[in-house]
């Protein structure tokens, strides 16, 4: 049997210091999202890949990635966005087994109402608490959790061996 490789005191200190202010920010910025939009946070990140795709347009699959959401989680939210009338999805074009999801005027319209506000809340749960420098040092941190910077993690290591093995 593997030993395990415990959590040293400045290890758990820093682990639990970034469980709670990774919750709390979320919290802050759902939120506000609820109060001044009537959207969750997952929804706004939806709304603004898309806003940044060409022509606003994204696959299922690669919106899923981006989000970090399961295919089901996020269908059954872009099916939300698209009942208000926000996207809209379609069959890719040249590959019908892969789905399109596009922004709509009216999402970007929806978004760019919304993103003022957004923005104001990110700097008052985040960065207004950071100095330049800690906020590079952020996210130096962040793309080095993320792998290569493309915003998607890397692979879990696989697990440890058995001693059978």
Same mark, same amino acid.
């Given at each position: 049997?593997?030993?395990?490789?415990?959590?040293?005191?400045?290890?758990?200190?820093?682990?639990?210091?970034?469980?709670?202010?990774?919750?709390?920010?979320?919290?802050?910025?759902?939120?506000?999202?609820?109060?001044?939009?009537?959207?969750?946070?997952?929804?706004?990140?939806?709304?603004?890949?898309?806003?940044?795709?060409?022509?606003?347009?994204?696959?299922?699959?690669?919106?899923? +990635? @981006? !989000?970090?959401?399961?295919?089901?989680?996020?269908?059954? %939210?872009?099916?939300?966005?698209? /009942?208000? *009338?926000? #996207?809209?999805?379609?069959?890719?074009?040249?590959?019908? +087994? @892969? !789905?399109?999801?596009?922004?709509?005027?009216?999402?970007? %319209?929806?978004?760019?109402?919304? /993103?003022? *506000?957004? #923005?104001?809340?990110?700097?008052?749960?985040?960065?207004?608490?950071? !100095?330049?420098?800690?906020?590079?040092?952020?996210?130096?941190?962040?793309?080095?959790?993320?792998?290569? *910077?493309?915003?998607?993690?890397?692979?879990?290591?696989?697990?440890?061996?058995?001693?059978?093995?």
């Amino acid at each position: 049997m593997g030993t395990t490789r415990w959590l040293d005191d400045e290890e758990q200190r820093t682990w639990r210091a970034f469980l709670g202010a990774t919750q709390r920010v979320r919290e802050e910025l759902d939120r506000q999202l609820q109060h001044d939009a009537g959207m969750p946070l997952a929804y706004y990140q939806i709304l603004a890949m898309l806003s940044e795709a060409p022509d606003r347009t994204l696959t299922m699959s690669r919106l899923a +990635r @981006t !989000t970090r959401s399961s295919a089901s989680r996020l269908s059954h %939210a872009v099916a939300k966005l698209e /009942a208000k *009338g926000w #996207v809209s999805r379609c069959q890719h074009p040249a590959d019908h +087994r @892969t !789905t399109l999801a596009t922004l709509t005027d009216e999402g970007f %319209a929806e978004l760019e109402s919304v /993103a003022p *506000g957004h #923005v104001a809340q990110v700097r008052r749960s985040l960065f207004d608490h950071l !100095t330049p420098e800690q906020t590079a040092q952020l996210h130096a941190i962040c793309r080095a959790v993320l792998g290569d *910077g493309s915003g998607e993690a890397p692979p879990s290591p696989p697990p440890p061996s058995s001693p059978s093995e």
